[in-house]
């Protein structure tokens, strides 16, 4: 496919899918419940950290911990006691316990407390074109507070050639903002332009298929790869063709050839 008649196919299939009929199915649906600004980022971190599996197991673990937080998760991270935490207990998702949970509250009371909030640290450290490196200085300030070493790996670092698509799935979600409704766009200080593509199976599948990455892994340099081909459809607003991936992928039950 020519790259003209490639990019007005992603434009037409990102249209198709990038509208409000998406957030029923999908858990951007968690932090669109909320109108505070920390709730959202806190929902939508916390929504976007446990999005990998079943969806309706990811929203309805999701709700579990909003209800957990009292549906209130800014006043609970920077309010709650030791017993509050107790909450949690019993608490799952795949590999992700209710000793996680605790610490990512802890972790997100430490940022918002000491280093100016979430937006702040990525709005602070992105360089070269991306947020890699935010992402990387993220996870490090973010486990600064006590935990487990096993919890580390609910929060990807793309300096370890991961693809990190949960957290620029949440990314996504805070920094882009067009009249379609399914982004929040609430991070206004960091241009959609920086974003990468949450890659994932569905989204990896499809641009191999369609020729847009060679290599086998769904890794961090895969990743360099598809944003390198995305930036040149369009470089202002790259990741609205996650919608076309991860749609095509997701709901069309098809691999193109």
Not at 123 to 130: K, Q
Request: aromatic share 10%; glycine share 6%.
């Amino acid at each position: 496919m020519a790259f003209s008649e490639m990019k007005e196919f992603l434009d037409q299939k990102a249209d198709q899918y990038n509208n409000r009929d998406f957030i029923d199915s999908d858990p951007v649906q968690i932090p669109h419940r909320f109108t505070l600004k920390e709730d959202v980022e806190i929902a939508g971190f916390l929504a976007a950290t446990i999005a990998w599996g079943n969806r309706k197991s990811v929203i309805a673990n999701a709700k579990k911990m909003m209800d957990i937080m009292g549906n209130s998760p800014f006043d609970f991270v920077m309010s709650h006691s030791e017993h509050d935490l107790d909450r949690a207990e019993g608490f799952v998702h795949r590999t992700f316990n209710a000793d996680d949970f605790r610490t990512f509250i802890r972790g997100l009371q430490h940022i918002y407390r000491n280093h100016g909030g979430m937006e702040q640290v990525f709005l602070s450290n992105h360089a070269e074109g991306y947020l890699h490196n935010s992402i990387s200085v993220f996870k490090k300030l973010f486990f600064e507070v006590g935990h487990q070493q096993r919890t580390q790996k609910h929060v990807a670092d793309p300096a370890t050639n991961s693809a990190a698509k949960r957290i620029h799935l949440f990314l996504r979600w805070m920094s882009r903002k067009d009249n379609r409704g399914v982004d929040l766009g609430i991070w206004s200080s960091i241009s959609p332009a920086l974003l990468s593509c949450p890659l994932d199976v569905h989204s990896g599948n499809i641009a191999r298929s369609l020729g847009l990455i060679d290599r086998k892994q769904n890794d961090g340099k895969a990743l360099m790869e598809l944003d390198s081909k995305l930036r040149a459809f369009d470089p202002i607003d790259p990741v609205k063709y996650d919608y076309a991936l991860f749609g095509i992928g997701a709901f069309e039950k098809q691999i193109l050839l």
